[in-house]
């Protein structure tokens, strides 16, 4: 069964540009997170979405990044414009919550965001 | 609020010898649970294993297995016969209850020798 699929796997792009990620949940998961990891900061959640739905969005760092589930099988994060500050990696993660269900959070391979 | 605190930035042990991780946590919530996740050098995220915090009975996966003490809010990572491919940043999370976030300590370094 395939895992959570991210692309790219690298991004290298110039400051003011747009930058867009991609996500495939696991397939019958209802449950899809963007995760950023910096040195400085480690991992931070910046949204949650349940059943296509953004139920969290407070860890988006602002306005300028955005995130949208149109369908359960795909996600997508833009940063919009780019800034050298955005350089991370930047994890998506699916998981099924409901009842009975450990609600375990299984990683992409990470797409590694480099801005100049 | 969530916290999870791994004192320990690096370990390392001998191949084929045992080395034990340790995490503390704190949560408000009385159904929750936690994990460790590697990160090898390839910087996947990938699960070791999971406790769920009513089960008293520690969780084991092959070679690693957990020393869950909910009264003392520690979860400790016990890598028996250690392999070369054990080492990797890892990560104690804890997630549970309302509270959908996984939050995470800030890693241990583990180093295998050989």
């Known amino acids: 069964d395939a895992g959570v699929i991210q692309s790219p796997r690298h991004e290298v792009t110039e400051m003011g540009q747009e930058v867009t990620l991609r996500c495939k949940p696991i397939?019958?998961?209802?449950?899809l997170f963007w995760y950023r990891q910096t040195m400085m900061r480690g991992l931070e959640l910046l949204i949650y979405f349940n059943n296509n739905v953004p139920i969290d969005d407070s860890g988006m760092p602002e306005d300028r990044f955005s995130a949208k589930m149109p369908n359960a099988s795909f996600s997508t994060l833009k940063i919009q414009p780019s800034e050298p500050r955005d350089s991370a990696v930047y994890f998506c993660a699916s998981s099924f919550r409901g009842p009975g269900y450990t609600d375990t959070q299984y990683f992409g391979p990470g797409t590694r965001l480099t801005v100049l | 609020a969530q916290t999870v605190t791994q004192s320990q930035p690096e370990m390392s042990v001998q191949e084929a010898e045992t080395v034990t991780l340790s995490c503390t946590y704190d949560?408000?919530?009385?159904?929750?649970?936690l994990f460790w996740y590697k990160q090898p050098p390839s910087r996947q995220m990938i699960l070791v294993i999971r406790?769920?915090?009513?089960?008293?009975q520690n969780a084991t996966e092959n070679r690693f297995s957990v020393n869950f003490q909910k009264a003392a809010k520690s979860f400790s990572l016990k890598i028996s016969d250690s392999q070369l491919g054990d080492a990797a940043m890892y990560f104690c999370?804890?997630?549970?209850?309302?509270?959908?976030?996984?939050?995470f300590g800030k890693g241990t370094l583990l180093t295998v020798n050989p």
């Open positions: 949560t408000s919530e009385s159904d929750y649970y």
């Open positions: 999370a804890n997630s549970g209850g309302s509270n959908y976030k996984l939050t």
């Open positions: 406790q769920e915090a009513y089960k008293q």
């Open positions: 397939s019958g998961h209802n449950s």
